[in-house]
Nanobody, 125 residues
Framework: QVQLVESGGESVQAGGSLGLSCAAS????????MAWFRQPPGKEREFVAV????????YYADSVKGRFTIARDNAKNTVYLQMNSLKPEDTAKYYC??????????????????WGQGTQVTVSK
């Protein structure tokens, strides 16, 4: 079992940067593959990025590749999402997700057992 709490969401202007954090409690973060998803207003929740627990391999949605970076600090039980060159279409509620093992379907939200409550990011023109 792991509990996840996201923070760092706020309103920013297009072109700006923002860093999100996801703090885990309960079981150690190092046991989990970790991901970020987001849900834009009126849309389905979508995959943003994932970081593997052992190799720290990362994968990104095409829409954020080159602009967002996912990282983890297992000693601090925290996962991060650094977002640069933000666009209005990045506006969404951002969620942290965890699972003990994610295979090839890391972009599928149904693969994750644990979720945070989300943090709102709003990007204005």
């Amino acid at each position: 079992q792991v509990q996840l709490v996201e923070s760092g969401g706020e309103s920013v202007q297009a072109g700006g940067s923002l860093g999100l954090s996801c703090a885990a409690s309960g079981d150690i973060l190092g046991a989990f593959d970790m991901a970020w998803f987001r849900q834009p207003p009126g849309k389905e929740r979508e995959f943003v990025a994932v970081i593997r627990k052992n190799t720290h391999e990362t994968y990104y949605a095409d829409s954020v590749k080159g602009r967002f970076t996912i990282a983890r600090d297992n000693a601090k039980n925290t996962v991060y999402l650094q977002m640069n060159s933000l666009k209005p279409e990045d506006t969404a509620k951002y969620y942290c997700a965890a699972d003990l093992w994610i295979g090839s379907y890391f972009a599928e939200r149904t693969e994750y057992d644990y979720w945070g409550q989300g943090t709102q990011v709003t990007v204005s023109k």
